[in-house]
């Protein structure tokens, strides 16, 4: 029988020092959490902003391009120009004149079958989104999905109003989004009666967060952010 050699109390084994391929490979995924979302970042604006550039440029006059005088093409300058001119068209749209210009415009729209359909969502997506009256989503909520006993991360949207609720026999719902892992762009449209929400303390963004990493990324309780204040609190002067 082979006896197991005690270890000294208070002495710390020593670990299994790593291979070389194993610190590599550790340094290498290290460095791809630091560099990939900047690189990736980077690549996206300056996509964006050739994308803009190839756009725009070519219908600005000579005289008023400065590549014209340096004799090459200045990155951003489509993005200029595209911020400017909407800037201008913006600012005519608030005043009647510019009004009467836009419903003019949108009556001869609603004239073309196709292009009325296309107008009309774009816009309404668009005002949607820039819409400053309210928020996209009011609140981090949990709800019971897919089945009772099984909990999900959503997002409170607003309260459900129209033709849903009286169809459902349920007066009070609430209109949740509910997103997916790890793209919380894509996701799910729900219903859910105002009594099966249960609102959370967390902010949208630590939500978002929590989903984005697959649970990895908890934000802390109102209970551990107070200890933790109550911890860096410096102690009264007697």
């Known amino acids: 029988m082979v006896r197991k050699k005690r270890e000294k109390p208070g002495v710390i084994p020593k670990l299994p020092r790593r291979s070389f391929l194993q610190r590599l490979r550790g340094n290498f995924l290290a460095g791809i959490v630091l560099v990939g979302p900047v690189a990736l970042t980077i690549y996206l604006a300056w996509t964006a902003i050739t994308v803009i550039d190839a756009a725009i440029v070519p219908w600005v006059p000579a005289a008023y391009n400065p590549g014209t005088y340096l004799g090459a093409d200045v990155p951003g300058f489509g993005v200029i120009v595209f911020l400017l001119f909407t800037a201008i068209i913006g600012w005519l749209t608030k005043n009647f004149f510019g009004r009467q210009l836009v419903r003019l415009g949108e009556g001869w729209v609603s004239r073309m079958p196709v292009i009325r359909s296309i107008y009309n969502a774009l816009k309404q997506i668009a005002e949607t989104i820039l819409s400053q009256s309210q928020t996209s989503f009011r609140k981090a909520c949990l709800i019971e999905y897919p ?92």
């Open 147 to 238: 089945r009772r006993g099984l909990w999900a991360v959503a997002f409170v949207s607003t309260d459900t109003r129209g033709e849903i609720p009286t169809r459902t026999g349920v007066p009070e719902m609430i209109s949740v989004f509910l997103p997916t892992t790890p793209n919380p762009t894509s996701g799910f449209l729900l219903f859910v009666p105002r009594a099966d929400v249960v609102l959370l303390d967390m902010s949208v963004e630590d939500a978002a967060k929590l989903v984005i990493s697959a649970g990895l990324v908890t934000p802390p309780t109102k209970a551990e952010i107070a200890a933790g204040v109550a911890v860096r609190r410096p102690e009264p002067v007697n």
